[in-house]
């Protein structure tokens, strides 16, 4: 255990209208693969797809030879609850796929998170799951407008996701979110439960990744041998949220959501920062 404190990187207004755009981009890339998504289609086909959007808008995707990772997303299908690296697998109907992805602009990052069913679902469940996990997104999204320390994002989380699912659903632990900026992954971390550390103060200028992956029945997983695929192995599926916010003196704004968060921060009757490429 270590005393020292990590030093998390504050950006100007002028720095996080640059991450807006590169995390509005990544929000046009999600919205051409949620349509692009259906039965038939392989996970490396809608990576093909993602990286040519991000290169034809002179972004550079940045998942793309993170710590050697060999594709410009992770499509995570049915058990695999993140990293699942894109390959030949053709989706099928009622499949339930998380596909995270990210892209840099001018050196700033954006990572954002959404999970699909494939057409018809098979189970109620598989519903509830995703849905469940996307609010559970905007639960610690709302936390952050009104915390004073970063841990309550994570107990944020945990809570709504004890109120509203009980013991169906289980957290990936020891995965979370993070601060992001000129890398994707710097301090601090940001848990999706309660954990002893409290974290930082909260300060205009920090910008988080959110990002709530939760489990159908317990929550165990695997590594596989490939070192990226995380897999659950207690037989239920998974699904993953994110976004990456920015807290500035306005209040938030959802860098990652087309609306700057206007939607889903309206369920919690909070409002987004101006939008700061509205000006
Ligand atoms: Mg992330």
Redesign the pocket.
């Known amino acids: 255990m270590s005393l020292r404190r990590e030093r998390v990187e504050l950006k100007t207004p002028e720095q996080i209208a640059v991450m807006r755009r590169s995390g509005k981009l990544l929000s046009q890339v999600h919205d051409m693969l949620a349509d692009a998504i259906r039965p038939g289609i392989t996970t490396a086909a809608l990576d093909s797809l993602a990286e040519e959007m991000i290169r034809d808008h002179g972004a550079r995707p940045n998942f793309l030879g993170y710590h050697g990772f060999p594709a410009t997303l992770c499509i995570s299908v049915n058990d695999v609850v993140v990293h699942g690296i894109p390959d030949d697998t053709a989706l099928a109907e009622g499949d339930v796929v998380s596909i995270?992805g990210g892209c840099i602009v001018e050196g700033w990052h954006s990572?954002a998170a959404r999970t699909h069913i494939v057409g018809a679902p098979r189970r109620e469940a598989d519903t509830a799951l995703v849905q469940l996990t996307e609010q559970a997104l905007w639960a610690g999204i709302a936390a952050l407008a009104t915390a004073e320390r970063v841990g309550e994002v994570g107990a944020a989380i945990e809570d709504f996701v004890t109120e509203a699912a009980g013991e169906t659903l289980s957290h990936l632990e020891g995965f979370g979110?993070?601060g992001i900026g000129t890398v994707m992954h710097q301090p601090p971390d940001v848990m999706n439960y309660r954990t002893r550390s409290r974290g930082p103060r909260v300060k205009p200028g920090m910008c988080l990744?959110i990002?709530p992956m939760l489990i159908q029945g317990p929550g165990d997983w695997d590594l596989e041998d490939d070192d990226w695929t995380v897999r659950a192995t207690g037989g239920g599926r998974a699904a993953h949220w994110?976004h990456s916010v920015a807290v500035t003196a306005q209040g938030l704004v959802v860098l990652t959501a087309a609306d700057g968060g206007a939607e889903g921060l309206a369920h919690h009757g909070l409002t987004p920062a101006p939008d700061p490429l509205a000006a």
């Open positions: 995270d990572d979110g993070h990744a990002e994110e």
